[in-house]
T-cell receptor, first 110, second 114 residues
């Protein structure tokens, strides 16, 4: 079955420290992975997708098919990065629906 | 266009009552999705529309749930004979068909069944 696992409910780091939010997936096909973010009192929004291989707000994520992982990384955390982060897998077929992980709350301390 | 809107934002109802939620997507988006999110979980897919056609329903969507998108614009989600287990945040999202990975979410409707 298609599944996305985010093992950490909460990740607390100090400003300037590196950040790695873990995401593992199970999917029999060719996966498309995404990170969505929800800042306090804001809506869920797309942060980045693996296909684009771009850096958004200093965040990057590399798809590792061998380890079935798509970890989100940032070298130096900022207080404004504090938010809920969801890893998502796009399930193929006509729907292209998203399967979300349970989310990780990133708290960046000053 | 200010994005996806949902109404109401909060709904408290007694068990056994029917409730209806509305979602207004971004105007040029032809795809509309409904998700449900419970505490500590990520959004779970319920159903989706392309224009006015409902193309998929999750097994999470029991017979008490029905969704419509009559003119391919706004959508409604109705829950009949609500149960306490229906208490959740109901999220609506919309997207363009060719960019279905980039879904724009609404603020959600928080349902509490007492």
């Amino acid at each position: 079955a298609q599944r996305v696992t985010q093992p950490e409910k909460l990740l607390s780091v100090f400003k300037g420290a590196p950040v790695e939010l873990k995401c593992n997936y199970s999917y029999s096909g060719s996966p498309e992975l995404f990170w969505y973010v929800q800042y306090s009192r804001q809506r869920l929004q797309l942060l980045l997708r693996h296909i684009s291989r771009e850096s958004i707000k200093g965040f990057t994520a590399d798809l590792n098919k061998g380890e079935t992982s798509f970890h989100l990384k940032k070298p130096f955390a900022q207080e404004e990065d504090s938010a809920m982060y969801y890893c998502a897998l796009r399930y193929g077929g006509a729907t292209n629906k998203l399967i979300f992980g349970t989310g990780t709350l990133l708290a960046v301390q000053p | 266009d200010t994005g996806v809107s949902q109404d109401p934002r909060h709904k408290i109802t007694k068990r056994g009552q029917n409730v209806t939620f509305r979602c207004d997507p971004i105007s040029e988006h032809n795809r509309l999705y409904w998700y449900r999110q419970t505490l500590g979980q990520g959004p779970e897919f319920l159903t989706y529309f392309q224009n006015e056609a409902q193309l998929e329903k999750s097994r999470l969507l029991s017979d008490r749930f029905s969704a419509e998108r009559p003119k391919g614009s706004f959508s409604t989600l109705e829950i009949q004979r609500t149960e306490q287990g229906d208490s959740a945040m109901y999220l609506c999202a919309s997207s363009l068909a060719y960019r279905s990975y980039e879904q724009y979410f609404g603020p959600g409707t928080r349902l509490t069944v007492t």
